[in-house]
């Protein structure tokens, strides 16, 4: 379980200092966050592709470097996961262009140079460099507010972490808990 996407992008994006913590308490806070904003349903919802592209892409651009460096495969799970996440975004890309009737946010071009640099082993910082782009123009074409509206508070954290996570990680929050160092 690892902690990017969009809750280190929009911790980043806030000017937040948290980014170099690596502490527990951080890990599991932009957990919760990253639960809160991914949030996504499923794609019954004809208008939640544009967002659930937008958080694949984030975590596209922001875990690739941990796939692939100097044209080589570093972690064959992380690259798998990579092609897998570059196919479901073409995927879901075609579900909103057959909603909309055009490629609204002018991003198939992007999407499709996106999946072939990631099947070529390009460079972390070109792919970060085009999913970034390629989210910004759907961010913008669809109005997506791509961090939550309000801070999530301390109090309701908690109690996500008391409901979901507390029977294994323990109160107060630590990796060691029997049941989560098994
Ligand atoms: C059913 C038991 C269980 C529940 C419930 C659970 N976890 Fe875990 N969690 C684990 C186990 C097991 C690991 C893996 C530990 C390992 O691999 O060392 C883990 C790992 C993690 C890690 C990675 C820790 C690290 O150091 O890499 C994070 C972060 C995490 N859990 C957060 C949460 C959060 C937040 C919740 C509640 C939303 C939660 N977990 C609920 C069992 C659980």
Same mark, same amino acid.
């Given at each position: 379980m690892r902690c990017t996407g969009s809750s280190v992008s929009y911790l980043a994006s806030r000017g937040a200092?948290? +980014?170099?913590a690596t502490s527990w308490p951080f890990t599991t806070f932009c957990l919760l966050a990253a639960l809160t904003i991914l949030n996504i349903a499923p794609a @019954?919802? @004809? &208008?939640d592709q544009p967002k659930r592209l937008v958080a694949l892409l984030d975590y596209l651009g922001s875990d690739y470097k941990n796939a692939v460096r100097d044209g080589k495969v570093l972690s064959q799970d992380e690259y798998g996961e990579m092609q897998e996440f570059s196919r479901r975004s073409l995927d879901l890309f075609k579900q909103l262009k057959e909603i909309d009737k055009a490629d609204k946010a002018g991003v198939e071009p992007a999407l499709k140079s996106l999946a072939s640099q990631i099947e070529n082993k390009a460079d972390p910082k070109t792919v970060l460099e085009l999913a970034k782009r390629t989210k910004e123009k759907l961010i913008a074409a669809y109005n997506i507010?791509?961090?939550? +509206?309000q801070l999530p508070t301390f109090a309701s954290g908690k109690k996500l972490y008391d409901e979901?996570?507390? &029977?294994?990680?323990?109160a107060p929050a630590r990796a060691t808990a029997r049941a989560a160092s098994r």
């Open positions: 200092k948290l +980014r170099t @019954a919802f @004809a &208008q507010v791509p961090y939550p +509206r979901n996570c507390a &029977q294994c990680h323990g």
